[in-house]
């Protein structure tokens, strides 16, 4: 079965800094997808950054890039010049060719003024 | 930008009574999803639809659950005969393509809060 591991519950940067949130995921297939989704306190769900497992190169959006590591089945968020608007609870998420998700438990995080 | 609403924001029903979440997703969107959230918990995937029909679900989505498109804008979540365990946030989505497919992000309502008593 496929899971989703977020070990770090929480995090915090000083605004401004660069931030890395983990993410691992267990499957046995070849052809997948893995996302970022940010969740602020009005609780609606953004995607954040978008990885197909095919590509070599990490995806990159703006301040928000990933580290890609598919022999680890790593999948990584890197936050640069973060933001107070950045403070939000992020998830990490898999889908393979079908429409299901897999969420991890996500990582709460809070920017420092 | 055009939005996922979902309505009511808060539901409260007594244990063993049937509630209906509903759910408008985007116009265009021709794939439609199901979520919950139980607090401090990850969210989890219930239940995918398109075409008419479930194109995927869960072990979470048992015969308690139903999915329908009654009228060809609204997408509601039947839950039978609620339990205590199924308090949650209620999340609908939809999508244009298959979510898996490129620049195609899954677009998320605000959900609805499900309190059981």
């Known amino acids: 079965a496929q899971t989703v591991t977020q070990s770090q519950p929480e995090m915090s940067v000083q605004e401004a800094e660069t931030v890395t949130l983990s993410c691992t995921y267990d499957t046995s297939e070849s052809d997948y997808y893995l996302f970022w989704y940010k969740q602020p306190p009005s609780r609606q769900m953004i995607l954040v950054i978008r990885q197909e497992a095919y590509k070599q190169q990490n995806a990159t959006e703006n301040r928000f890039s990933v580290n890609f590591q598919k022999a680890a089945k790593s999948f990584s968020l890197k936050i640069s010049d973060s933001q107070l608007g950045d403070a939000a609870m992020y998830f990490c998420?898999?889908?393979?060719?079908?429409?299901?998700?897999?969420f991890g438990t996500g990582t709460s995080l809070t920017v420092i003024p | 930008e055009p939005e996922v609403t979902q309505t009511p924001s808060h539901q409260v029903t007594q244990m063993g009574q049937e509630v209906i979440l509903r759910c408008v997703p985007i116009?265009?969107?021709?794939?439609f999803y199901w979520y919950r959230q139980i607090l401090g918990q990850k969210v989890e995937f219930l239940v995918s639809?398109?075409?008419?029909?479930?194109?995927?679900k869960s072990e979470i989505f048992d015969d308690q659950f139903s999915v329908e498109r009654p009228d060809g804008s609204n997408f509601t979540l039947k839950i039978r005969s609620t339990k205590l365990e199924d308090s949650a946030m209620y999340f609908c989505?939809?999508?244009?393509?298959?979510?898996?497919?490129?620049?195609?992000?899954?677009?998320f309502g605000d959900g609805t809060r499900l309190s059981i008593l």
């Open positions: 998420a898999y889908t393979n060719t079908g429409n299901q998700f897999y």
């Open positions: 116009s265009n969107h021709l794939y």
């Open positions: 989505a939809s999508s244009e393509k298959p979510v898996w497919d490129k620049n195609q992000p899954q677009h």
């Open positions: 639809f398109y075409n008419n029909e479930i194109s995927e």
